[in-house]
């Protein structure tokens, strides 16, 4: 039997962190609403000790969904804890995220407590946001960077007050796969409620450009639930991206493992994100970007029209996006030429050929890309000469 694969949408929290990305109650309920049809199993709506508004966005978020677990997230500080329970109490699915970091760095130098002290704050934090939730997800704060003893330890004591996810941040963006994957395999050895009633998330940060493959180790090892963001938007260089880790699933793991995620809503909730977000997504993003199944190089272009599989490993339709893409540039063979042209309804006889392909190739080398229009006029001038 495949194991299910929770996916937890951050993009209205981690990801609203970017400078410059706010979002106003309305524009987040709008994507909160959007999450739920592409299928996002819980939607971290906000942080709502941060600002009235924050409190009110994640309220209204929490009463409008249906299906979705709603999550506020809230530090391990009793004001956080309470705030965010009023804000998803009228939840159909709520969910209290409540964290603390592990690293000793930061237990020495930013919460200048001593290890003991703090796990009497996770006992505290996760036994109050219990009062209030069923549901409720602990996350060890710098994970990555932790002793493992005392990791397994926090760990213990979170799940023994009451948490039912245990989310494992690579708060820094330090982990490497294969540390990471071992960290996770000993977690589910030494704490056997990870087989079972507690789930093992992962959440990864982009700093090495490492966040998806991170989380994909983690999974592989026993984790099964995963934090992302659309088109990987969030603190610094970024969350893992939900595309990326939905599509690495359905194409290389299928056999293992499955989400609850509708691919065809990708596209449309990626451009929806950057838009409401003001965050363009770069050309070369997998699965989302405008260049992900476009081809341009004769060789690649030739391979494609023949038959798609050549140079693609995914269908284009399967993510909602156009389709794939011929862009004529002056790396295209005259097989891509000849195939825009009829698209656009020119004919070219064969001793006409090598003619208007090297008309092509001096128009190429003006623009940088060929466009439909530029390729019609080119025709027209052929055709009056
Ligand atoms: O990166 C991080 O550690 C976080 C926590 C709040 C889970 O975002
Ligand atoms: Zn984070």
């Excluded at 999450?35 to 009463?63: C, H, M, R, W, Y």
């Excluded at 992962?202 to 493959?213: E, F, K, P, Q, R």
């Excluded at 194409?251 to 990626?270: A, W």
């Excluded at 064969?350 to 080119?378: G, I, P, T, W």
Aim: charged share 25%.
């Amino acid at each position: 039997m495949k194991q299910r694969i929770y996916i937890f949408d951050t993009t209205l929290r981690d990801g609203e962190q970017v400078p410059g990305a706010k979002l106003n109650p309305e524009e987040k309920l709008v994507l909160a609403q959007q999450l739920e049809k592409l299928g996002v199993d819980i939607i971290e709506a906000g942080f709502p000790i941060s600002s009235p508004q924050d409190f009110n966005a994640v309220k209204t978020i929490a009463e409008s969904l249906k299906r979705s677990t709603v999550c506020a997230l809230a530090r391990g500080l009793d004001a956080d804890i309470d705030t965010a329970a009023r804000a998803v109490e009228n939840a159909a699915n709520p969910r209290i995220h409540t964290f603390i970091s592990v690293s000793d760095i930061h237990i020495e130098h930013q919460m200048r407590k001593t290890r003991d002290e703090v796990l009497k704050m996770v006992d505290h934090a996760v036994s109050r946001a219990k009062k209030y939730c069923d549901n409720v997800e602990f996350s060890p704060m710098d994970a990555s960077r932790a002793d493992i003893d005392y990791l397994i330890k926090f760990t213990k004591v979170a799940i023994d007050a009451g948490a039912t996810t245990i989310n494992l941040p690579d708060t820094v963006g330090y982990a490497i796969p294969e540390e990471w994957g071992a960290m996770c395999k000993r977690m589910v050895e030494e704490i056997p409620a990870f087989k079972d009633e507690v789930v093992m998330s992962m959440h990864t940060h982009d700093d090495l450009g490492l966040a998806t493959a991170n989380a994909i180790a983690g999974v592989v090892n026993g984790a099964r639930q995963i934090e992302c963001t659309l088109n990987g938007v969030g603190e610094r260089a970024g969350n893992c991206s939900l595309e990326e880790v939905v599509m690495i699933i359905n194409s290389r793991y299928k056999d293992r493992f499955e989400t609850g995620i509708n691919t065809k809503e990708l596209v449309p909730t990626s451009q929806m994100v950057s838009s409401t977000m003001h965050l363009t997504v770069q050309a070369n993003k997998a699965i989302v970007g405008a260049n992900a199944f476009a081809h341009s190089s004769g060789i690649h272009q030739d391979g494609i029209i023949k038959m798609r599989e050549n140079f693609e490993i995914i269908d284009p339709a399967t993510v909602g996006a156009e389709g794939s893409a011929i862009v004529l540039t002056a790396r295209s063979g005259r097989h891509a030429l000849l195939y825009k042209l009829r698209e656009l309804g020119y004919e070219v006889d064969k001793e006409d050929v090598n003619d208007v392909y090297q008309q092509f190739l001096e128009l190429a080398d003006r623009e940088k890309e060929v466009s439909d229009s530029a390729l019609k006029n080119m025709m027209e001038d052929l055709v009056t000469q």
